[in-house]
């Protein structure tokens, strides 16, 4: 018999939260136009919606607070920050931001022109979002497998190469950009191979683009690979993600999920050039360069967060986690995406409710459903959320899969609460065919998911 793992911490404070009975729930719900991202948060129980910025933090960037030197330019967190997103990525230029879409911001900016063609593993919503902003095309060329809910492959966020080699051809001379999401966020956190990398960074240079990685979760992928990938089973995950790091020109990051804070990010950079291209922009959207939209506390918490990510014993805990979420769903019966990646475990929403057609939005029914059932909110991530336009009509065309993403904060909820949530989700499991569709209300936006209200269909 295997020994129990306990957490590697123990819990200090704590936050009381309270279930609403079910006619709350109806009267939440209809008032948030069924839309669970709308909803309050004093109104949900167990809160899986996203891993962003929800982290608990610890008793020492709890002390890095009251320590924050709040000076415009050059603070000591701003300084300490520096020192450690350097180790980390191996970088020498570090641009601290709000968060990660600041970094997209910046980066898109600087890098991206319109008509260009911006590769990626699996580019997330917003990503894409900034992308075609900038009138550009984001282009995913994961590998086939990573499209696969059932198939079991370790490393599904990797980039299928001879792909990539296809797109550079059919659009000469646009190609300058490949963001490399570690792990990929949009089939619920699987990772890439340093293997794959590896070829990833010999493709950029080959052709002359450069290589960014969206490091959110890289902690997590790093892991991940010491686990899985030959040749790379027992290596510490800090020297992983270096490794990592050194075949890319960059790397751009949401401190909000590996850096265990509840806000900020940075971009890190390796040529100077590449600093003073996205330096201005830096300034004009994120605040000054040493600061990037955080009070001085702020930097000093993502400061120590980023170290605390890579703790090998921590992220014992916090894969476990997932997978022991995963286990419970899987042992339902409830179709979800194999294997458990990193942070979130994925339920295949069209199959869940195989009778709505997707014009009913099975994603976001369920979890409207999840949510009046049992007060636990997800996200829906279906069509709507990555829908596309039409090259030739401009009109919006569905995203490929209708998923239903349950995130894990970090050092947040027990066990108990993941096997409450589960149990609820079964529940809904049983009673299926019960479960109506919703409709849009409105013409369709940018980034929709966010901000749309639906009728029940």
């Known amino acids: 018999m295997e020994r129990t793992r306990?957490?590697?911490?123990?819990?200090?404070?704590?936050?009381?939260?309270?279930?609403?009975p079910r006619r709350d729930r109806e009267a939440a719900l209809q008032a948030a136009g069924h839309n669970v991202f709308r909803l309050r948060s004093e109104d949900v129980f167990v809160d899986l919606l996203t891993d962003s910025g929800t982290s608990a933090m610890s008793s020492s960037q709890w002390a890095g607070l009251q320590e924050g030197d709040e000076a415009y330019a050059g603070s000591r967190g701003w300084e300490r920050l520096e020192r450690v997103v350097r180790g980390v990525t191996g970088f020498p230029h570090v641009l601290p931001v709000h968060q990660g879409r600041g970094a997209e911001t910046v980066y898109c900016r600087a890098f991206v022109e319109p008509g260009d063609v911006v590769l990626g593993n699996l580019h997330f919503d917003t990503t894409r979002a900034h992308i075609r902003n900038r009138g550009a095309l984001p282009v995913d060329v994961v590998v086939d497998e990573g499209l696969d809910p059932d198939d079991p492959s370790p490393f599904k966020g990797n980039v299928d190469l001879a792909r990539a080699e296809r797109v550079v051809a059919e659009h000469p001379g646009r190609a300058r950009l490949f963001v490399l999401t570690l792990t990929a966020n949009t089939n619920g956190g699987q990772p890439v191979s340093l293997e794959n990398v590896r070829a990833v960074s010999s493709f950029c240079r080959r052709h002359g683009i450069r290589l960014l990685i969206d490091a959110a979760r890289f902690a997590e992928n790093a892991f991940l690979v010491s686990e899985r990938?030959?040749?790379?089973?027992?290596?510490?995950?800090?020297?992983?993600?270096?490794?990592?790091?050194?075949l890319a020109d960059g790397a751009a990051m949401s401190a909000k999920k590996d850096g265990l804070v509840n806000v900020g990010g940075f971009l890190a950079l390796r040529e100077p050039e590449d600093l003073e291209a996205c330096r201005p922009w830096a300034i004009l959207y994120e605040g000054f360069v040493t600061y990037g939209g955080m009070a001085g506390r702020d930097l000093e918490a993502m400061a120590r967060g980023l170290e605390e990510g890579l703790d090998p014993a921590y992220l014992?805990?916090?894969?476990?986690?997932?997978?022991?979420?995963?286990?419970?769903?899987?042992?339902?019966?409830?179709?979800?995406?194999r294997p458990p990646g990193g942070h979130s475990v994925v339920v295949e929403a069209g199959r869940f409710l195989d009778h709505l057609p997707r014009e009913l939005l099975p994603a976001e029914s369920l979890a409207a459903a999840l949510y009046l059932h049992a007060g636990v909110r997800a996200v829906?991530?279906?069509?709507?959320?990555?829908?596309?336009?039409?090259?030739?009509?401009?009109?919006?065309?569905?995203?490929?899969?209708?998923?239903?993403?349950?995130?894990?904060?970090?050092?947040?909820?027990?066990?108990?609460?993941?096997?409450?949530a589960a149990e609820?989700?079964?529940?809904?499991?049983?009673?299926?065919?019960?479960i109506g569709g919703l409709r849009p209300i409105g013409p369709p936006t940018e980034l929709p998911h966010f901000t749309a209200t639906f009728e029940p269909a």
Request: net charge negative; hydrophobic share 45%; proline share 9%.
């Open 229 to 246: 990938e030959d040749g790379q089973r027992g290596r510490l995950p800090a020297d992983i993600a270096l490794e990592a790091f050194s």
């Open 6 to 20: 306990p957490e590697p911490w123990r819990v200090k404070s704590v936050e009381p939260i309270r279930l609403v």
């Open 424 to 434: 609820a989700v079964a529940e809904l499991w049983a009673k299926r065919a019960e």
């Open 316 to 337: 014992v805990a916090r894969i476990g986690q997932v997978r022991f979420l995963h286990g419970l769903l899987s042992d339902a019966g409830i179709p979800v995406l």
């Open 380 to 420: 829906g991530l279906g069509g709507l959320a990555f829908s596309e336009p039409d090259p030739e009509t401009g009109e919006m065309r569905p995203g490929p899969w209708e998923l239903l993403r349950l995130a894990v904060p970090r050092r947040v909820y027990t066990d108990n609460h993941l096997a409450y």
